[in-house]
Each structure stands twice: as C-alpha cells, then as structure tokens.
Nanobody, 119 residues
Framework: QVRLVESGGGLVEAGGSLRLSCAASGSIFSINAMGWYRQPPGKQRELVATITSGGTTDYADSVKGRFTISRDNTKNTVYLQMNSLKPEETAVYYC?????????????WGQGTQVTVSS
C-alpha cells in the first residue's frame, strides 16, 4: 500500500508564495512520475505540474514561469513552489504518484491540501 502525505497549504494573499511538499511511502517498486493537480471549488481536477524520475517537467500553461516543481528521489518527495499566486488558484491541491511494478501500473493520490489565495 502506498501513502502520500501532503503539507504546506494555507492562506496567502494574492501575489504571495507557498511551497507544497508531498512525501510518498509504502510499497513503491518504481516511480514513473510525481505531480500536482488541483481542484477549484465546483470545478474538475486539473493538472498543475509533473516531474518524471529523470527530471523532465511539465506545467499547465497558466502556471508557467510562476510555479516550480522539483523532487528528491532519495526521499520520494515532490515539491511545488508557487509564486505570484492568484485568487483564482484557490483550490485543493493533490499530490499524485505514477508508479509501477513488473506487471502493473498504478496512480496513487494524496488526501489533498487546501490553498486559499485572498484578493
């Protein structure tokens, strides 16, 4: 069983910064990628950023230049540095782990951390 523990959410004023962390533990054989998604109130979950085990990153267009995803492979931890936050980025932010065994591929999710950006 895989466990993802997120931290770092909170309340911040528009233009401010937050850093999210997500630590993965449990039965992890091989990691393809880790990432962050968010779900604003009343909307669907959307991709924010991902990073592969090799360090290749991908970002939603709306966050490019403001958010930075990074990871510590030795700790199975992924980070999301969020700068210049906007009120419309208020959402629950979820960590995702894309991992596999020799016979199957899995997608695991954290419980989510609330980010509220005040105007």
């Amino acid at each position: 069983q895989v466990r993802l523990v997120e931290s770092g959410g909170g309340l911040v004023e528009a233009g401010g910064s937050l850093r999210l962390s997500c630590a993965a533990s449990g039965s992890i054989f091989s990691i393809n990628a880790m990432g962050w998604y968010r779900q604003p109130p009343g909307k669907q979950r959307e991709l924010v950023a991902t990073i592969t085990s090799g360090g290749t990153t991908d970002y939603a267009d709306s966050v490019k230049g403001r958010f930075t995803i990074s990871r510590d492979n030795t700790k199975n931890t992924v980070y999301l540095q969020m700068n210049s936050l906007k009120p419309e980025e208020t959402a629950v932010y979820y960590c995702n782990l894309d991992h596999k065994t020799r016979i199957a591929r899995y997608s695991s999710w954290g419980q989510g951390t609330q980010v509220t950006v005040s105007s």
